[in-house]
């Protein structure tokens, strides 16, 4: 079976080509689409990429969120198609109402690149079956509005019903609330996160480990859980 993940460009897309490349390292066939197309040339997931799509004008992927591939995505997304927004996708996901909640300006006010810890807090999603609950991973963080922001009653709602898939470890790096760094719909179908697991692949590309530099390839999983995930589905 042939698994295939599109990987929307946006205007201001700078991590399209790095998620196609992950797609493929993990054994899926990459299939590039335009956001202003209204098809998805019938993917079985989809991956909306880090960059700055619109320049990031008005706030953070909330122009993207207006696109008009969006409104297939909204479509995919409530018939249970596996979504992933990382980092200005992130940002896509709640400007368009697929996951709760929004991002502000990182808290000290500046860019933030780092190899950044985080624990594994919903193992039990399409982007995240590969994964102990509760494991630590390592995966690149680099954004300037990464700041999780919810009123009281929907923070509450979201830790109560398990709906936070990654927590920041060691360092909080843009004052999210309660450290979140990535959410989960209800169906767990829809993930989204500010750090980058595309960048966590592939040996001599990825964070340094304890083994040796840029070997960190934590990132692989959430690619490896989406195929699963289409998989069990098909079979």
Known sequence: MTIRIGVITFPGSLDDRDAQRAIRIAGATPVALWHGS????GVDALVLPGGFSYGDYLRSGAIAALSPIMAEVK???AAGMPVLGICNGFQMLVEAHLLPGGL????????????QRLRVENAATAWTSEFAQGQEIVIPLKNGEGGYIAD?????RIEGEGLVAFRYLG???NGSLNDIAGLTNERGNVVGLMPHPEHATEPGFGPDTAAAMRSG???????????????????
């Open 152 to 156: 009281a009653a929907s923070l509450a």
């Open 171 to 173: 360092v909080n790096p």
């Open 104 to 115: 502000i300006r990182n808290a000290n006010q500046q860019f933030i690149r780092r190899d």
């Open 75 to 77: 479509d995919a997304a």
């Open 217 to 235: 390839v934590d990132g692989q999983s959430f690619f490896a859980s989406a195929i699963a995930a289409v998989a069990a589905v098909a079979a």
């Open 38 to 41: 209204h098809d998805l040339e």
